[in-house]
């Protein structure tokens, strides 16, 4: 049976540290053992009883395989839950590395075809930070796919998160100088055959930097809160 003098100055010791959720909602800390940062999280849910998303805890190993923790993270605070979604975390910045393109011809009846081109646009998004990922995603559909409809999550794929490096994958059809066709593009044409398109298939990478490694499951909240449908 938990020492309840104990919890109750866990309970209070959260309450009095709500900034410690930042702007997104988003909170962590590490432990040494599994038993405190059991504790932790059962502090911070019944300091936060109307939480939607409770705190968990996750084994936690450093890049280099020599420190061992484990971490009790939340992303969402009670307070004013929906004005915190999409909102920057200060404490977790997203660095662009790099957009790869393969281009593809793209044919109604058959599929992706033969690859025709492949070009980047490193000089573009190398080293430019965001604390958050829609405004990420903003600035690629607006600098890179040149096109709204790419400005929000819902086009793009989270493919993959591992040793602090995340993948954006996305597939934009463009006509033969590369240009985005849009939404309300008069498809007949490409259809009967009488029209080639192509298959612009995009993969960005993005370094995510924390105080320490970032965990998958923070990474995953982070993307979903930003409409990206994720595949880790």
Known sequence: ???ECSMAKKIESFKKNEKSAGKSGMWFDFYDSEK?????????NKAHPKNKKPAHVTPWTSAD???????CW???????SESLKN?????????????????YEDSYEEGEGRHVNAFDMDSTVKGKQFSNISDMIAFLGNNVI??????????????EYEDGELRLDTDVMVDADNNSIGMGYNLDAWKAGKETLYNAHWIVFVSVAYKSDVPSEIVASAVKEAGLECDF
């Open 146 to 159: 040149y096109d709204d409809d790419y400005t929000k999550g819902d086009n793009w794929l989270a493919f």
């Open 1 to 3: 049976m938990k020492n």
């Open 65 to 71: 395989g020599k420190e061992q923790k484990w971490i």
């Open 87 to 103: 909102e920057a975390n200060e404490d977790v910045i997203y660095t662009l590395r790099s957009a790869n393109c393969d281009v």
């Open 74 to 80: 939340t992303y969402e605070s009670c307070k004013n």
């Open 36 to 44: 405190d940062a059991n504790d932790a999280a059962d502090g911070w």
